[in-house]
């Protein structure tokens, strides 16, 4: 199955098309808002609350949700500005991209996202289209340089991991951003928490490697602590699944730089409101 969305996030930044309600951790680019605390048309964008609703109704057999539509996802600043400086001017495939808000970051600052995939039910209608569903653990081509899945390995049953797995690696030309849940992580839904050592070996037997220094890079840069703990970066060693080559990562790409980038792109985009209102 080939998988694109019919709205990328590049056209929803472009066209004000319906976003996601994301609740923010760490530092933004300016004082937190409704309109500033994440670049872009993140509206309805939210600091954490003392205590929140999950918005999970139920999950799937295969982990899909079904989703209350006021939930609000997290989104990480400083990982997904990390995240970008990784991927700059790379294509990017998310799997389970929840409403869409790493994607739409991410597509603000300079990364070309081509799709941002997720299993929840109706997540096409409360993504604005900016997320297409699609089922995880069927074989899907959706090929990019990179692709990225946070938190998503730990809710598909073990016995449907392999075809998950496959989808990510298959599908990245050049590396991997992953993170999945520990044994003994708290959240909903999870069914197949896994040792990092687990997963390190997965993608080993699928012609891959740990970046120690980026994944370094990435930790720190995060404010949640389970990614802290479980976020990896993974370059390719074995040639891709997909036939395609690897144009290689700018890794030299700065935190001062990409922060420049985001808010110059923030800057215009602002702009641009004005001038259309």
């Not at 609740?23 to 670049?39: H, I, L, V």
């Not at 075809?163 to 599908?171: P, R």
């Not at 990614?227 to 891709?240: E, K, M, W």
Request: with cysteine.
């Amino acid at each position: 199955m080939s998988v694109r969305n019919p709205v990328v996030p590049h056209a929803a930044l472009e066209s004000g098309a319906v976003a996601p309600r994301c609740m923010t951790y760490g530092r933004g680019f300016r004082p937190p808002d409704m309109m500033d605390c994440t670049p872009g048309h993140l509206h309805g964008c939210t600091t954490p609350p003392a205590k929140t609703r999950s918005g999970v109704e139920s999950v799937g057999q295969t982990g899909g949700w079904k989703l209350d539509p006021g939930k609000p996802y997290l989104l990480d600043l400083g990982l997904a500005r990390a995240i970008a400086a990784v991927a700059h001017r790379h294509t990017l495939v998310e799997l389970g991209a929840g409403l869409g808000c790493y994607s739409l970051m991410l597509a603000h600052c300079g990364v070309h996202v081509l799709a941002a995939i997720d299993g929840a039910e109706k997540v096409n209608e409360l993504s604005g289209g900016v997320v297409t569903r699609a089922d995880l653990t069927q074989p899907m081509r959706s090929a990019a340089d990179w692709v990225m899945t946070l938190e998503t390995g730990e809710h598909i049953p073990s016995f449907l991991e392999s075809v998950f797995l496959n989808n990510t690696a298959d599908n990245a030309h050049c590396g991997v951003v992953l993170s999945w849940a520990f044994p003994g992580q708290p959240g909903i839904g999870h069914v197949n928490t896994r040792p990092q050592g687990y997963v390190v070996a997965q993608m080993a037997s699928r012609g891959f490697k740990v970046d120690a220094n980026h994944t370094q890079r990435l930790r720190r840069a995060a404010s949640l602590w389970f990614l802290q703990r479980n976020v990896l970066v993974f370059t390719r060693i074995a040639p891709s699944a997909r036939g395609r080559a690897c144009q290689p990562p700018d890794f030299s790409l700065s935190d001062a730089e990409v922060n420049r980038i985001c808010e110059t792109r923030h800057t215009k985009h602002r702009s641009a409101t004005r001038e259309i209102t």
